[in-house]
């Protein structure tokens, strides 16, 4: 089950996610999540360890087939494509975890992601990623494993971004991350929101999610 708290939007809906369930074989796990992300909203999954945001988020994503329910995203049902495609229609993640290229290189990393971006009228470069996250420039001909783990946080952050999402996905945002670059991340957010990006994110540091966000769907069972 989901609630969501937050005032209705009037924006378009981006993504609409109604009654989804899934399962990892006989063990259900999702037991009818339902949420909407209007255009240039940022939106929250809350809830507790165990109750199904990682899911949530790999059902939406087409990386685990739902039991039941409906995914739309830009109006067209989801549920039942693959993962490439999927992203090729603008839905980006920043993974738990980051999954960067080791062997890469910063700009390596950022420019293997742009290969198969969105058109978009105002696209994501290396600079536009550069500005936003300053200490990347600094680095930018480092491999990926020779990254700080919040370097490698900002680079899988910034590597999303070069595919032009329509909607950002954040499992995680800040997990494991020194207190000073939690804070960076989350101004880095907080700016994106302000340029109008769509954000989905899941992060235990509830009281700044509900300082960034519009909606906040609590994950239940």
């Not at 200490?135 to 930018?140: F, P, Q």
Request: net charge positive.
């Amino acid at each position: 089950m989901s609630a969501t708290e937050g005032p209705e939007t009037a924006r378009p809906a981006l993504l609409e996610v109604d009654d989804l369930r899934a399962a990892y074989g006989s063990s259900q796990v999702l037991f009818g999540v339902s949420l909407r992300i209007g255009a240039g909203d940022v939106a929250t999954l809350l809830g507790r360890n165990g109750m199904g945001k990682t899911t949530t988020v790999r059902a939406v994503l087409g990386l685990l087939r739902p039991a039941g329910g409906t995914v739309r995203f830009l109006g067209e049902r989801i549920e039942r494509l693959e993962p490439d495609r999927i992203a090729r229609m603008g839905l980006a993640v920043v993974p738990e975890g980051r999954q960067i290229f080791p062997n890469l290189s910063v700009s390596e990393n950022l420019r293997a992601f742009a290969a198969n971006r969105n058109r978009s009228a105002d696209p994501w470069t290396l600079e536009r990623v550069c500005d936003l996250f300053p200490r990347l420039a600094e680095r930018s001909r480092n491999r990926g494993d020779q990254l700080s783990g919040g370097e490698q946080q900002m680079l899988a952050i910034g590597r999303a971004l070069m595919t032009n999402p329509h909607l950002l996905v954040l499992d995680e945002a800040t997990e494991g991350l020194a207190p000073l670059v939690r804070e960076e991340i989350w101004r880095c957010l907080a700016r994106l929101r302000a340029g109008g990006q769509s954000i989905l994110v899941i992060d235990k540091y509830v009281q700044r999610l509900i300082a960034l966000a519009d909606t906040h769907t609590i994950v239940q069972r």
